[in-house]
């Protein structure tokens, strides 16, 4: 593979590392959740709600932006792909693949978004879970 590509997969590899290891903390902090209680819930809650915060401008402007580029790229590039390639037209289809890869980059942060998202709502829905418990046990018998 040439040096391009492997810097490519090298890229997505560490993205994807990075959205596992997501995956995998959100799911070390809601199962540890039954053994913890309801500040505790709360903090985790507060902590996710940072991170996505942190993270929502950064992605709605990579979506816009990947969206566009890749409406305006399959416009461009249907048909023409073959005939760039039949003419050596390297300069177009580099830009093509650039395209491609910033989109993969782009749909790649929207999965790790997607996770942060995730492990909120897991976590307010416990907090909710926790507090009906609380007051379900507060009542008279």
Aim: charge should be positive; charged fraction near 35%; glycine fraction near 2%.
């Amino acid at each position: 593979m040439s040096e391009r590509i492997d810097k490519l997969c090298d890229n997505l590899k560490t993205r994807l590392n990075a959205i596992d290891a997501s995956v995998q903390r959100a799911k070390a902090n809601i199962t540890a959740i039954p053994a913890k209680a309801g500040q505790a819930v709360r903090t985790k809650v507060d902590q996710a709600k940072v991170r996505v915060d942190a993270h929502k401008t950064q992605v709605k402007d990579r979506q816009t932006r990947a969206k566009s580029k890749l409406k305006q790229d399959i416009a461009d590039a249907k048909g023409k792909i073959e005939q760039w390639k039949a003419n050596h037209e390297v300069k177009k289809l580099t830009r093509h693949a650039e395209n491609a890869e910033e989109y993969a980059a782009d749909a790649i942060l929207d999965a790790s978004n997607a996770v942060d998202d995730a492990e909120v709502a897991a976590l307010e829905a416990i907090q909710a879970r926790l507090a009906a418990e609380e007051a379900a046990a507060s009542l008279p018998a």
